[in-house]
C-alpha cells in the first residue's frame, strides 16, 4: 500500500542556509500535518493543512513557512537555518472526520545544520 | 489542553515475559487515543486507537491497549514480549478541540526486551 513519502531523507545545511522538506501524502487524504522530533524528544506539532488550506498552527517558528499545493503535496520551507533546527522532520496525513482516524507517519526527513 | 503522559522514560522487560507502557491522558470531552511505535531512523507507526467501544483494544503485532476512564489511562500491554519489540513507544491524544485536530504525543518511552 501507498505510504506517506517525505524527500529527502537525510539534509545537511550551513547556518543561515534554506532548506525545503517535501512531503507526498497517501492518496485521497486530505490532511496533511508537520511534526519536528528533536534529539530523544517526542515529535512537536508545527502546522497542518486540510484541503490545501492551512488548519492549525504549533510551535513553527517564524522563519519556516508550509504550503499545501493542488496536487495535496505539502513542502515545508525553512529559512535562516539555525544550529538549533537539527532535527527529524516528519510529514503525517490522515482523514480529519471526526478525531477517529489515525495518522500515517513518513520516514521522516533529518535536517542537521552545521 | 489535551495531553498525554507516560511516567516511565524507560521499560526493561525479558523476552517472554508480558509488557505494560503507561499512559495517563487529560482531556476536554471524549479521548482519541493512539499509540504509536518508532524505530531507530524511522516514521512512527501506528499500532492502536480507541475511539469508543470496547475498553480492551487489539492493534498490530500482538498489542492491545486497555482503555480505563477513571483513572484517564491508556496502558499499553502484550501477553508475551520479543526482542523484536525494543523500540520507542508514543501515547497520543487527537487534539479534536484544535481546527486541525492534529496529534499531541507523551514524551515516549523506551521499551528494552531482553533475550
Redo the contacts between chains.
Keep these: 500500500a501507498a505510504g ?1 513519502i517525505q524527500s529527502p531523507r537525510h539534509l545537511i545545511k550551513e547556518k543561515r542556509e534554506t532548506a525545503t522538506l517535501k512531503c507526498y501524502p497517501i492518496p485521497r487524504h486530505d ?1 496533511v ?1 508537520w511534526y519536528q522530533q528533536g534529539p530523544g ?3 512537536q ?1 508545527l502546522i ?3 484541503e490545501k488550506m492551512q ?2 498552527k ?1 510551535s513553527i517558528p517564524d522563519r519556516f513557512s508550509a504550503q499545501q499545493f493542488s496536487d495535496y503535496h505539502s513542502e515545508l520551507n525553512m529559512s535562516s537555518l539555525e544550529l538549533g533546527d537539527s532535527a527529524l522532520y ?1 510529514c ?1 496525513s490522515s482523514f ?1 472526520t ?3 482516524t ?7 526527513t ?1 535536517l542537521t545544520v552545521v | 489542553a489535551q495531553s498525554v503522559a507516560q511516567p516511565e522514560d524507560q521499560v526493561n522487560v525479558a523476552e517472554g515475559n508480558p509488557l505494560t507502557v503507561k499512559c495517563t491522558y487529560s482531556v476536554s470531552g471524549n479521548p482519541y487515543l493512539f499509540w504509536y511505535v518508532q524505530y531507530p531512523n524511522r516514521g512512527l507507526q501506528f499500532l492502536l486507537k480507541y475511539i469508543t467501544g470496547d475498553n480492551l483494544v487489539k492493534g498490530s503485532y500482538g498489542f492491545e491497549a486497555e482503555f480505563n476512564k477513571s483513572q484517564t489511562s491508556f496502558h499499553l500491554k502484550k501477553p508475551s514480549a520479543l526482542v523484536s519489540d525494543s523500540a520507542l513507544y508514543f501515547c497520543a491524544v487527537r487534539d479534536i478541540q484544535s481546527y486541525g485536530q492534529n496529534f499531541v504525543f507523551g514524551p515516549g518511552t523506551r521499551l528494552s526486551v531482553l533475550p
Design positions: 506517506v490532511t500535518y524528544q517526542d515529535p506539532f497542518s493543512f486540510y488548519s492549525d504549533g516528519f503525517a480529519p471526526g478525531g477517529n489515525e495518522a500515517f507517519f513518513g520516514q521522516g533529518r
